[in-house]
């Protein structure tokens, strides 16, 4: 079955950096445009940045331009999230997506904790 796990997040310092991953399985990972997503405290689920199947195409969110960075590794089944100069705004749960529904269902991964504080 298509699984999405996340893993990374962790407490980070204003100003550090953290690289998110998510494992992908179940389904053919080239085919599909892969995202990352974050839901802060009382907020709503934000696309944060999405990318092509092969990694040729790239967009990101406004709040995380020139900071995070997408990338995948297709031999891997896997897609990142290269996040640096963090701030606190930034805490929140963090999820993978594959962008596309698979047989009319959305996966998401079960999200990943990053806190940014002092």
């Known amino acids: 079955q298509v699984q999405l796990v996340e893993s990374g997040g962790g407490l980070v310092q204003p100003g550090g950096s953290l690289r998110l991953s998510c494992a992908a399985s179940?389904?053919?990972?080239?085919?599909?445009?892969m995202s990352w997503n974050r839901q802060a405290p009382g907020k709503e689920r934000e696309l944060v940045a999405v990318i092509s199947n092969y990694g040729g195409s790239t967009n990101y969110a406004d709040f995380v331009k020139g900071r995070f960075t997408i990338s995948r590794d297709n031999a891997n089944n896997t897609v990142y999230l290269q996040m640096n100069y963090l701030k606190p705004d930034d805490t929140a749960v963090y999820y993978c997506?594959?962008?596309?529904?698979?047989?009319?269902?959305?996966?998401w991964g079960q999200g990943t904790q990053v806190t940014v504080s002092s």
């Open positions: 997506k594959i962008v596309r529904a698979i047989g009319g269902i959305q996966y």
């Open positions: 179940g389904f053919t990972f080239s085919s599909y445009a």
